[in-house]
């Protein structure tokens, strides 16, 4: 199965031109507001999703230069997680993640539907987008409702998170405390053996979509050991 971290992400042409290299440098440097094309596709999609746009996407489509590890490599961790979540909060389950490249596709056609809002925005004068400010307000000032899902006419019932009360009685419980590990010097990870809800379902998404240990000890800031100790409680690796 592909590596949803390894495959390439897609865009058209003229998004590039148009939008990308207008707001964004390829490999840092100055810039108008991202240093990255990596960013600028991030935060359409984020956009995309938020507005519920999805878009197919239209030949010619440019290069294809980075995926989520290179964002992960890049100080963008965070911003890999979220867009994963996204994507299946979307979807309205996990199952999406067992197909890492019909994940992509998904994330794909909303990034486009995020660059297009931004396109007719900047062709029509709305906003230029050409500071901090006006790239944020577009995620951070205005009201989207998450819950009007639409990825297809005979689309299943949207996943529905449970209350927040509920996920802290959960994590009040003994069976989401780990068992005792021996811990070790690792100044860059926390010792803490607990689990949240919300970091066990994340867990096993990423590591069914084929993130690896040392990825998910780095990416959930807890020892390996910790890691690996969890995903045998899960069933999804053997005991050593």
């Not at 390829?26 to 935060?43: E, L, T």
């Not at 359409?44 to 489509?61: D, V």
């Not at 819950?147 to 998170?161: G, I, N, R």
């Not at 069976?175 to 005792?180: R, S, T, V």
Request: with cysteine.
């Amino acid at each position: 199965m592909d590596n949803i971290f390894e495959i390439r992400f897609s865009f058209e042409q003229n998004i590039k031109e148009k939008v990308i290299s207008v707001v964004s440098t390829k490999q840092g440097g100055d810039y108008n507001v991202f240093a990255y094309h990596w960013q600028c596709f991030a935060w359409a999609a984020i956009i995309g999703f938020l507005r519920n746009e999805r878009k197919p996407l239209t030949p010619p489509i440019a290069d294809k230069p980075f995926s989520l590890k290179t964002m992960m490599n890049n100080d963008g961790e965070k911003v890999a997680q979220a867009i994963i979540c996204l994507t299946i909060a979307r979807c309205g389950s996990l199952d999406v993640m067992k197909n890492p490249n019909e994940a992509i596709n998904i994330i794909n056609e909303y990034a486009n539907g995020g660059f297009y809002h931004v396109l007719k925005m900047m062709e029509t004068g709305e906003n230029s987008f050409n500071d901090l400010e006006k790239v944020k307000q577009e995620i951070f000032s205005r009201s989207y409702d998450m819950s009007e899902t639409s990825l297809t006419k005979d689309e299943p019932t949207p996943y529905v998170v449970p209350e927040e009360e509920y996920y802290k009685k959960l994590d009040e419980k003994d069976d989401i405390i780990e068992e005792i590990v021996p811990d070790t010097p690792t100044p860059s990870l926390r010792k803490s053996h607990r689990w949240t809800a919300n970091e066990e379902k994340d867990l096993v998404g990423y590591f069914n979509a084929g993130m690896t240990i040392d990825q998910l000890s780095r990416l959930f800031g807890k020892e390996e050991e910790i890691v690996k100790a969890k995903l045998v409680q899960k069933g999804l690796i053997a005991e050593e």
